[in-house]
């Protein structure tokens, strides 16, 4: 059968190269898709849009940084059913959007770029053999992994010059309630809480990236949608700051999470809507007390938190599952 269009994308078997090739920047743009949990290259295209509209060289690094994982997931013998999915690029894409935001741009970070998604394909496929025999996925685990590492080194390395974005290394101090939460941090907490996936702090990256979900599936994007608000009103009643809220720092986590449990893994089993969303949900308000739990952590060693607790919170709540419904 050849290459033909479907509702999620080009499928179909490539008959010559042209098709072959098609059907490769499909998988990459799956893999930019998978990032917000769509196997669908139409929302990865317009993740892409989304990213590009704020910063069109974060676009790139995304593209390069899944392309390269793609290949190296490819040659280390990932399944081809696996890698048309998307599934071996995503934590690139990732972790090249994460080096070019955090370091000085240059040609050594576009190296690392390439050198870092090709690690992050490597970790996806050593903890893919780990968490096979615990029923979970991988996650975002390896793009955290990756991206800590060239953190880490740069202190030990000249050439790598983080770019100041990167927090420094301090001592946790107790915390206070700042600034007033109106309706306007709602408004664009909301917005830039899709964006800050992507690390963007901007509205239009943001209707983007609920635009390509929601192509894909609807209900997926509502889900999103309700996981950022619990984790912002969770943040909000502990006292996080208002300029982080207004950020979307206190929702990217929780929208990951919302999305990993309630529209993915949970309905995946077997599990009704309803109680899939409700855990979700209770996902998203568990994540906003380990994120400020890791954020102290891990201070003294200047580095953020990333996606780490969405990563944590939906593989314990996994776990967790069956002891719940029993």
Not at 133 to 157: E, I, N, Q, R, Y
């Amino acid at each position: 059968m050849r290459c033909h269009f479907s509702p999620t994308g080009l499928q179909g078997d490539a008959s010559n190269p042209a098709q072959a090739l098609a059907l490769w920047l499909d998988s990459v743009l799956r893999g930019i898709g998978q990032v917000l949990f769509q196997n669908n290259s139409y929302s990865g295209l317009l993740f892409v849009l989304g990213v590009a509209w704020h910063s069109p060289v974060l676009a790139a690094a995304a593209v390069l940084g899944c392309a390269v994982a793609t290949v190296f997931a490819q040659w280390l013998g990932l399944q081809r059913s696996v890698l048309r999915q998307g599934l071996g690029g995503f934590n690139g894409a990732l972790v090249g959007v994460a080096l070019v935001y955090f370091f000085e741009p240059g040609l050594l970070t576009w190296v690392c770029v390439l050198l870092g998604a090709a690690i992050a394909a490597m970790l996806g496929l050593a903890l893919r053999r780990v968490l096979d025999g615990w029923g979970l996925a991988v996650l975002t685990a390896p793009f955290v992994l990756a991206t800590w590492l060239f953190f880490l080194a740069s202190a030990g390395l000249g050439r790598l010059q983080p770019s100041g974005l990167l927090p420094a290394a301090t001592l946790p101090s107790a915390a206070a309630v700042e600034g007033v939460v109106s309706a306007s941090t709602w408004a664009q907490g909301l917005g830039h809480s899709w964006g800050q996936v992507f690390f963007q702090m901007d509205i239009g990256s943001g209707l983007l990236l609920v635009l390509g979900v929601a192509i894909a599936s609807p209900s997926a994007a509502l889900i999103a949608i309700l996981g950022v608000v619990a984790g912002m009103a969770t943040a909000w009643v502990l006292g996080a700051p208002e300029p982080a809220m207004r950020a979307g720092l206190w929702g990217f986590n929780s929208l990951l999470t919302a999305l990993a449990l309630g529209h993915v893994f949970l309905p995946a089993q077997g599990v009704k809507q309803l109680p899939a969303t409700l855990y979700a949900l209770w996902g998203a308000v568990v994540y906003t007390l380990l994120t400020a739990a890791l954020q102290a952590a891990l201070a003294p060693i200047g580095l953020p938190v990333m996606t780490f607790p969405f990563v944590l919170t939906t593989w314990g709540l996994l776990l967790a599952w069956p002891a719940a419904i029993h």
